[in-house]
């Protein structure tokens, strides 16, 4: 079966780091990608581990853990444009399929 | 190069009724996904093409069809229309790195 579990919301303050988490039970794996999506808007790409260990991008960091089958996403000095829903996915194991978790909701306050 | 597009953006349905959704893309990508994604959710796959004349069915395949004749072209068509597709639609292509590049979505009411 696929499964894949985020928190449904999130809050910080502006200027605050935020850790978003995503764990995953997948029947294959070819890799996890973070997507944001703002609303009424596409989803944008933002990072992808294959590998163990951290990404970093900029403010963004995308760490992962396969043994655990945990990944969790880092939004570092946020700022107002960074409300938005946050989109974990998984590459199965084919490499053709993309399983979405259901996102969660970041909102940054003043 | 334009990226991924979809047509139309918004649409209307009576139940029963049919419909087309286009979506192209210029990019020269072989894989192609469909999507939708009900409110405050994620994207559910419907189907997806991994080249020209090549299509399967993804997690939530009833109730549409695909056709994949040219790489730039991947339509989705409902039939007989149900308040239960009310949703918003994503076309989006991959390229050889994995990512994965979104069309602006088609929102789709059925009444």
């Known amino acids: 079966g696929q499964n894949i579990d985020q928190p449904t919301e999130m809050t910080a303050t502006e200027g605050a780091i935020v850790q978003i988490n995503c764990t995953y039970q997948?029947?294959?794996?070819?890799?996890l990608f973070w997507y944001q999506q703002h609303a009424g808007e596409a989803p944008t790409f933002l990072s992808y581990?294959?590998?163990?260990g951290l990404e970093e991008k900029g403010r963004f960091s995308s760490f992962l853990s396969r043994s655990k089958g945990y990944s969790y996403l880092l939004l570092k000095e946020l700022q107002m444009k960074d409300s938005a829903s946050y989109l974990c996915?998984?590459?199965?194991?084919?490499?053709?399929?993309?399983?979405f978790g259901p996102g969660t909701r970041l909102s940054v306050l003043p | 190069n334009a990226g991924v597009t979809q047509t139309p953006k918004f649409r209307i349905l009576k139940i029963g009724q049919s419909m087309t959704l286009q979506c192209t893309q210029d990019?020269?990508?072989?894989?192609m996904y469909w999507y939708r994604q009900d409110p405050g959710m994620g994207l559910k796959l419907i189907y997806y093409?991994?080249?020209?004349?090549?299509?399967d069915k993804g997690e939530v395949p009833n109730g549409y069809n695909v056709s994949r004749s040219t790489t730039e072209d991947f339509p989705l068509r409902l039939e007989l229309a149900a308040p239960s597709q009310t949703s918003v639609y994503f076309c989006?292509?991959?390229?050889?790195?994995?990512?994965?590049?979104f069309g602006p979505g088609t929102r789709l009411t059925v009444l």
């Open positions: 990019m020269n990508h072989n894989y």
């Open positions: 989006a292509s991959r390229d050889r790195s994995n990512e994965q590049f």
């Open positions: 581990n294959v590998l163990d």
């Open positions: 093409s991994v080249g020209a004349g090549i299509t």
């Open positions: 996915a998984v590459l199965d194991n084919y490499g053709q399929n993309f399983v």
């Open positions: 997948t029947s294959g794996f070819n890799g």
